[in-house]
C-alpha cells in the first residue's frame, strides 16, 4: 500500500503525526488487516478551510505513487482538538470524484 496522508492544516501546528504514522507502521486501527508493507508516499495538508487544495494534492500524491489516500483523523474525527472539520464529508467526496475508484480512499487514521 502506497499511501498520500492528507491532514487539517489549522492543527498541524499541535500535531506532528506521530500517532498516524505510528497505526500505519503497527497496521492498527484504520489500517488493520492490511497485509502489504505500508509506504508513505507523501504528506500535505487540505491547504486550509475548506479544504479545496486537498483535492488536487490528493491527485498529485496518486501520480507520484499512492494508490491509497488518507485522511487523517483531524480531519474527520477532530483530533487532537475535538473539533472535526466541518467540510470533511464535502472534501472525501472531491476527492474521490477526481482520483476515481481505482484508488482506495481511508477517511481516518486512529
Not at 484504520?30 to 497485509?35: K, M, Q, S, Y
Not at 507520484?64 to 487532537?80: F, M, Q, Y
Given at each position: 500500500?502506497?499511501?498520500?496522508?492528507?491532514?487539517?492544516?489549522?492543527?498541524?501546528?499541535?500535531?506532528?503525526?506521530?500517532?498516524?504514522?505510528?497505526?500505519?507502521?503497527?497496521?492498527?486501527l484504520?489500517?488493520?488487516?492490511?497485509?502489504e508493507?505500508?509506504?508513505v508516499?507523501?504528506?500535505?495538508?487540505?491547504?486550509?478551510?475548506?479544504?479545496?487544495?486537498?483535492?488536487?494534492?490528493?491527485?498529485?500524491?496518486v501520480?507520484?505513487?499512492?494508490?491509497?489516500?488518507?485522511?487523517?483523523?483531524?480531519?474527520?474525527?477532530?483530533?487532537?482538538?475535538?473539533?472535526?472539520?466541518?467540510?470533511?464529508?464535502q472534501?472525501k467526496?472531491?476527492?474521490?470524484?477526481?482520483?476515481?475508484?481505482?484508488?482506495?480512499?481511508?477517511?481516518?487514521?486512529?
Open positions: 500500500m502506497k499511501v498520500g496522508l492528507i491532514r487539517c492544516m489549522q492543527t498541524e501546528d499541535m500535531c506532528p503525526a506521530t500517532t498516524c504514522f505510528k497505526v500505519m507502521n503497527t497496521k492498527k484504520a489500517f488493520e488487516g492490511v497485509e508493507d505500508i509506504e508516499v507523501g504528506v500535505t495538508t487540505c491547504g486550509g478551510c475548506p479544504g479545496k487544495k486537498a483535492v488536487t494534492r490528493a491527485a498529485e500524491m501520480r507520484r505513487g499512492a494508490d491509497t489516500i488518507v485522511l487523517a483523523s483531524c480531519i474527520t474525527k477532530g483530533n487532537p482538538i475535538g473539533f472535526p472539520c466541518p467540510h470533511a464529508e472534501m467526496a472531491a476527492i474521490e470524484k477526481k482520483i476515481g475508484e481505482s484508488i482506495r480512499m481511508i477517511d481516518y487514521t486512529h
